[in-house]
C-alpha cells in the first residue's frame, strides 16, 4: 500500500473515524484504524463492533493494500504535522510516513483480523435536512439515560411514518419528543431504537460536517447514516419494544402559563443553590389571579429563595415540585423565547412546550411531596 | 447592619474573595465570607488562613454592622441575580437580599468567630506595572511544583535589590528566572518566599483587574498585595533559606543553537506521541555542519519519530535526552518567536532562553541514558 494526500484530507478524515476507537485491552484491534486501498479509493474505518465509521478520502494512488494502526496515535500525530503533502509507504509491518521534514514509522496489525463493518442493502431509505436531525437530537438526547437493565429505553426512538419522524426519549423522569420533516416520504410506518452512542456519533459528525442532507438506509437490524459521498456510520439497532410513551402525555392541563424562557430558566437556577444538598426539589406555585408563578426552595440549615416569574396565568391555582436540573434541562433545550407550561395536579406530569411551535414537548414526573 | 448596592458592585467583589474560601468542615467559618459596614465603608473578606483578601465595594449604608455567611452560596447567588440595586438586612442571625423580584433569606455566623486578616505597617513598600508581574508571574510558577518536604521550594523565591526583582521557582528538574523592572527603587536588598498559592491568586485578580500599578507592604512573615484602594490580599510568607540555584544556572556552552519556538514545540509533542508510556525521553541531536537540530523518539512497540528542524548551530556537536513536558513547558513560556539553546554535554543542564531578550532563563536537567 502507498499513496499521497494533502494532511488536511487525511486529518479530517481520522478525526472523524478515530473518535470511536477504543483503548481495549482484550480486543486490541479494535483501537486500530483500519487504512484501505482499493479500486483507486483511500478510505479509513473504525469500529467498536456496535457503531463503524468509514471516512473516504481523495489521494493519489501508487499501490493498493490495506493495514491498521492504532487509531488515537495517528490521528493526534496527523494532526500535528504541517499543511503539506503526506506519503504513506506500508514495507512489512510497519507503516513510513512522510511529511516535509518529518519522518515516522508507525507498527501495526495486518487487515485481516479487522471486524466487517456490515454492508445494506438500499431498499428502505429515507433523506432527511442535516440541519433538522442535528436541532432535533439535541432536543432529544439530553433525556436519555443509559440503563443496562432497561435497553429499550437506553435508546432513541425514531418513528417513521409517511412525510413525518418523530424523535422521542425519556429516562422514565422525563421525556422529550422532537417531530421533523422528511425529505420524500417514508412509505407506510417504522419504529426504530437507535443506541444514544451511536446518535452521539452522528450528532458530532454532523456537528462538525456541513452537509445540507442526509440518507439514512434501514435494514432489519442495522441502520446506516449516509452524510455524503465521503462519511457513513453503520450502527446496530436496539432489540425489544420502546415503552407506549404517548399515555404519559399529559392531554389536558387545569393550569396554563406563558413565560419568558431565559428569565425562569434563571430563577430555577437562583432557587437551586436554597436545595438541600442531594435533594433537587424546587416549588413552583401558580396564581393566575395575579399573572405569576412563584419559585422557591428551602433548606433549614442554609436559608430559603423566592423568586416571583411574571407570566400569563390562566385555569386554577396550582402548584407542583419538580427537580430543578430536569426542569432548567427543559427549558435549556426549549429553543423559543417563551415557554408554555401545562399542569393538572401537584401529582401528574408537568407539560413543557415552546410557544408558538407545535414541534416539540417534554413532559416531567413531579416529586410528591 | 443594612446596605444598598448594585448588583455588578457585590459580584464584582464576591468573585475576587469567594476563590479561597473553602468548604472546610473542620472550621466551618473559613467557608464564610465576613461583610462589614464601618465607617461609612462596606468590606468583604475571605480568609484560609494562609491568605487572606479583602474587596470594599461601593455602596449606601443605612445601618453599620457585620456578619458572615457562605461565601460560594452568596457568590453564585447574587452572580445571578438582574442588573439591578440589591439591599441587605441583617435581622436576627439572618442576611434578607432583596433584589427586583428575588427575595432571599440566608442564614449565618456572627463574625466574631471570623479570624483577624493581620495588617501590615507601611514601613517596606514597593510598587510595580501589574503587568508585568503578571507576566513574570506566567513565566516562573508553572516551574514550581508544592512538595511539603520541601517547603522552601515549594514558594516562589522574590529577590528585591535596588531597582530590580528577580522572580525565580524550580521543581528541582528545572528552573525558570525572571527579572523585571520596579517603579522606583527598594532601599537595599530582600529576599523572599512567597507561597505559590498566594501567587496564582495574586495571579487571577492581576487577570481579573485592569489596573496598571500595584503595591506591595513587606513585613517580617507577612505580605501585602495592594491592587487598588478597593483590593488587598494578605499572605504569609514561607520560612527558610531558598536553595543557591544560580550555581546550576550554565555559565558557558559548547553547542548553541537558534531555532523557531513554535517549530520546535511542535516537533517535541510530534515526538512526545512516541515515548513509551511513563517515559518522558525524547533526544535532541545537534549537528552544526549541518545546521540543524533532530529531534527523536522510539517506542518499540509503537514505532518511532524523527523531526529534523532547521537551526542556526554553533560550537560542537551534541545530544541530549529531555523529559519532553519540561521542555514544552520551557517552549511554550518563552514569550518569543526565537528561542536559544545552549548545551554543555548529555549530562549537564540545558539553558534555553528567547532570542534578543535577557530578562527570561529556563533550566531543564538531562536525563541520563
Do not use: W
Request: glycine fraction near 6%; aromatic fraction near 6%; proline fraction near 4%.
Amino acid at each position: 500500500m502507498k499513496f499521497i494526500c494533502t494532511q488536511e484530507n487525511l486529518n479530517k478524515g481520522l478525526i472523524i473515524v478515530s473518535h470511536i476507537a477504543g483503548r481495549s485491552a482484550t480486543l486490541p484491534i479494535l483501537n486500530n484504524v483500519l487504512i484501505k486501498v482499493s479500486g483507486g479509493v483511500i478510505s479509513l474505518s473504525t469500529t467498536n463492533l456496535e457503531i463503524g465509521i468509514t471516512a473516504k478520502i481523495r489521494g493519489k494512488v501508487t499501490k493498493e493494500g490495506e493495514f491498521t494502526v492504532q487509531a488515537k496515535l495517528i490521528a493526534d500525530y496527523i494532526n500535528l504535522l504541517p499543511k503539506e503533502n503526506i506519503e504513506l509507504d506500508l514495507e512489512e509491518q510497519t507503516l513510513f510516513i512522510k511529511c516535509d521534514n518529518y519522518k515516522t514509522s508507525i507498527k501495526g496489525v495486518s487487515a485481516n483480523d479487522f471486524p466487517l463493518i456490515p454492508a445494506l442493502d438500499e431498499r428502505e431509505s429515507v433523506n432527511l435536512k442535516a440541519g433538522d436531525l442535528k436541532n432535533a437530537l439535541a432536543q432529544v438526547m439530553f433525556a436519555v439515560a443509559v440503563d443496562e437493565s432497561r435497553p429499550e429505553i437506553s435508546g432513541v426512538l425514531f418513528s417513521f411514518s409517511g412525510k413525518n419522524l418523530v424523535i422521542a426519549g425519556t429516562d422514565s423522569y422525563r421525556l422529550a419528543e422532537r417531530k421533523i420533516g422528511l425529505i420524500g416520504e417514508y412509505p407506510g410506518e417504522r419504529k426504530l431504537i437507535i443506541p444514544l452512542r451511536t446518535l452521539q456519533e452522528v450528532y458530532r459528525i454532523l456537528a462538525e460536517s456541513e452537509d445540507e442532507a442526509l440518507n439514512i438506509l434501514i435494514n432489519d437490524n442495522q441502520i446506516l447514516f449516509k452524510f455524503n459521498e465521503e462519511i457513513s456510520l453503520t450502527s446496530r439497532l436496539v432489540e425489544g419494544q420502546y415503552p407506549d410513551y404517548q399515555q404519559i402525555i399529559p392531554q389536558e392541563s387545569r393550569t396554563q402559563a406563558k413565560v419568558k424562557t431565559a428569565e425562569l430558566a434563571r430563577v430555577v437556577k437562583s432557587a437551586s443553590l436554597f436545595c438541600k444538598p442531594g435533594i433537587n426539589d424546587v416549588k413552583l406555585s401558580f396564581d393566575p389571579a395575579k399573572g405569576e408563578i412563584t419559585v422557591s426552595s428551602v433548606n433549614s440549615a442554609v436559608g430559603e429563595n423566592k423568586v416571583v416569574v411574571a407570566a400569563e396565568t390562566t385555569g386554577e391555582k396550582n402548584e407542583v415540585v419538580f427537580n430543578y436540573r430536569y426542569l432548567l434541562d427543559g427549558l435549556n433545550n426549549l429553543d423559543s423565547e417563551e415557554a408554555l407550561l401545562g399542569l393538572i395536579s401537584d401529582s401528574a406530569p408537568g407539560l413543557l412546550k415552546p410557544a408558538g411551535n407545535q414541534n416539540y414537548l417534554y413532559v416531567i414526573m413531579p416529586i410528591r411531596q
